[in-house]
């Protein structure tokens, strides 16, 4: 059984530049949750799928988006990359039910994303 | 608004001794979940245990043990007879119990080092 997959593991971009980060849930999860966590930083909450829509936003700009695909794998998006912006970013799945969210999510090992 | 706090950033000990990661939250909200993390080297945050806003009751698993205290909002975390396995970044972290989402809260970690 599949865990939490991200790719990809590393990644170093330039300011200005603009980049993607996939995610894969859980086996039978349908819900995908993305975290930032910055060096020596606990993770702080981006935003997260379900059905396809973003259904919870954290204190992030629109620089930030995402995408959950049919199939309930998500991409993170993020434009105009700022030096600030690197980060490890991790990615959680879980399992609704009944439109309720399950609370146990399951972390990915993350992308480190270096902005020089 | 919901905080956690870890006032402990880096705790050492001698393999074989007890510890005892410390952790305060903030919430107004009347039912909740609290969790705490392990996030060793490698990256991946791992789940060590949940526990609900209506059971105090401590918990033991193995050589570790939760202490809930609704009184003085805390969720302390044991360990027993450290291993230098145990080696890695503690979070603990806070969730609404009902919200269609689950965001995840996270205090910035505490780091632990069991030193052979």
């Known amino acids: 059984d599949a865990g939490v997959t991200q790719s990809p593991t590393h990644l170093i971009k330039t300011r200005g530049q603009q980049v993607t980060l996939r995610c894969s849930p859980k086996s039978g999860h349908d819900t995908v949750s993305w975290y930032q966590q910055a060096l020596g930083q606990g993770p702080q909450f981006i935003f997260q799928?379900?059905?396809?829509?973003?259904?919870q936003r954290g204190n992030f700009p629109d620089r930030f988006s995402g995408h959950q695909f049919p199939n309930y794998s998500s991409e993170l998006n993020v434009n105009a990359l700022l030096l600030g912006d690197s980060a490890l970013y991790l990615c959680a799945s879980s399992l609704r039910t009944s439109g309720r969210a399950v609370h146990e999510q399951y972390f990915g090992p993350g992308t480190r994303l270096t902005v020089t | 608004a919901q905080k956690v706090t870890q006032a402990q950033t880096e705790i050492s000990v001698v393999e074989k001794e007890d510890v005892t990661l410390d952790c305060v939250y903030e919430?107004?909200?009347?039912?909740?979940?609290l969790f705490w993390y392990k996030q060793p080297p490698s990256g991946e945050l791992v789940f060590l245990i949940r526990r609900n806003s209506f059971d105090e009751q401590n918990e033991i698993s193995g050589r570790y043990s939760w202490n809930f205290q609704k009184s003085t909002s805390s969720f302390n975390f044991t360990i027993t007879a450290s291993q230098v396995v145990d080696s890695a970044v503690y979070f603990c972290?806070?969730?609404?119990?009902?919200?269609?989402?689950?965001?995840?809260?996270f205090g910035s970690g505490t780091r632990l080092s069991i030193r052979p």
């Open positions: 799928y379900y059905e396809e829509e973003e259904r």
């Open positions: 919430t107004r909200d009347t039912t909740y979940y």
């Open positions: 972290a806070l969730s609404d119990l009902y919200s269609s989402a689950s965001k995840i809260i």
